[in-house]
T-cell receptor
Framework: LAKTTQPISMDSYEGQEVNITCSHN???????ITWYQQFPSQGPRFIIQ???TKVTNEVASLFIPADRKSSTLSLPRVSLSDTAVYYC???????????FGSGTRLSIRP | GAVVSQHPSRVICKSGTSVKIECRSL??????MFWYRQFPKQSLMLMAT?????????EQGVEKDKFLINHASLTLSTLTVTSAHPEDSSFYIC??????????????FGPGTRLTVL
């Protein structure tokens, strides 16, 4: 059964590095992992996408272990404006399913 | 690049009426568009997938006669909620994907439409 699981919430402080993990046990060889940020009453905003090992862009890094059953979104030096809900998305090709994780509500404090 | 718009951003209607929501890809051609529904404090749930020029594929439990989807061009998809009822009140979000490389192409999301049915 294709399932995408995340922690419900996380708290951190400005300037810290935040790591959010997503579990996707039934991911197939060709399935990509994508992370989005969502603010209230807005559509999700693309952060990063990866397939294996490590991907880095100007806002985040994505770490994917060899078994690909999980992935970790890393936000360096967060600020108050990073307070949002973060979703991982996996398109499970074997099941023809697109499944968002339950979302992780990240709260950043001064 | 990769901008997706939705219209309207917010709509309030009476029970029994129909509401049409438009989703446009502004700077790319979208061979595939997706429609999601999001209830308060919940994740996004896929309702249907539409490919330009063909019938939409609906997820299990989504009534195709109630949620009519038309993907008439590579830049426009519409969702019509027919005979809306209060339980249809939700945040509807579309996404669009460019190109035919379905495995790797990213979904880019619209800003969402808040539907309230009285």
């Amino acid at each position: 059964l294709a399932k995408t699981t995340q922690p419900i919430s996380m708290d951190s402080y400005e300037g810290q590095e935040v790591n959010i993990t997503c579990s996707h046990n039934n991911i197939a060889t060709n399935d990509y992992i994508t992370w989005y940020q969502q603010f209230p009453s807005q559509g999700p905003r693309f952060i990063i996408q990866g397939y294996k090992t490590k991907v880095t862009n100007e806002v985040a890094s994505l770490f994917i272990p060899a078994d690909r059953k999980s992935s970790t979104l890393s936000l360096p030096r967060v600020s108050l404006s990073d307070t949002a809900v973060y979703y991982c998305l996996v398109e499970y090709s074997s099941a023809s399913k697109i499944i968002f994780g339950s979302g992780t509500r990240l709260s950043i404090r001064p | 690049g990769a901008v997706v718009s939705q219209h309207p951003s917010r709509v309030i209607c009476k029970s029994g009426t129909s509401v049409k929501i438009e989703c446009r890809s502004l700077d790319f051609q979208a061979t595939t568009m997706f429609w999601y529904r999001q209830f308060p404090k919940q994740s996004l749930m896929l309702m249907a997938t539409s490919n330009e020029g063909s019938k939409a594929t609906y997820e299990q439990g989504v009534e195709k006669d109630k949620f009519l989807i038309n993907h008439a061009s590579l830049t426009l998809s519409t969702l019509t909620v027919t005979s809306a009822h209060p339980e249809d009140s939700s945040f509807y979000i579309c996404s669009a994907r460019e190109g035919l490389a379905e495995i790797t192409d990213t979904q880019y999301f619209g800003p969402g439409t808040r539907l309230t049915v009285l």
